[in-house]
């Protein structure tokens, strides 16, 4: 998954994917300077240096968080705002944005 951001955001946005679960990891060579790379797993977020971002403006970064509760207490606790929606196969879930805009779905479960 890859997002765009403004250079100055991308602290705040490490920051805030660290709150999910992620860690910062070593981009290859070849990128350093041009995105920010974080990992959970086998899943990883790219930061994409921009001083323009664009927003996607229907699509979103879908996350399943380990600890559910935990997580959206970690969010709120650092203020950020999330919003819980209804649920989907019978787990909870929410939306939240990122320091850079970017619409962040947390899943208590993958989708069944």
Do not use: I
Request: glycine share 8%; charged share 20%; aromatic share 8%.
């Amino acid at each position: 998954m890859s997002v765009e951001v403004r250079p100055g955001d991308v602290p705040a946005c490490v920051r805030f994917y660290e709150l999910v679960g992620f860690a910062h990891v070593e981009a290859p060579e070849t990128l350093k300077g041009v995105a920010t790379w974080l990992q959970w797993g086998r899943t990883q977020v790219h930061l994409l240096h921009t001083d323009s971002p664009v927003n996607p403006p229907a699509g979103h970064l879908a996350v399943v968080v380990e600890d559910y509760d935990a997580t959206v207490e970690r969010l709120r606790s650092a203020g950020f705002e999330v919003d819980p929606h209804r649920e989907h196969w019978g787990v909870p879930r929410s939306f939240v944005s990122d320091p850079a805009g970017n619409l962040v779905e947390l899943m208590a479960a993958p989708p069944a």
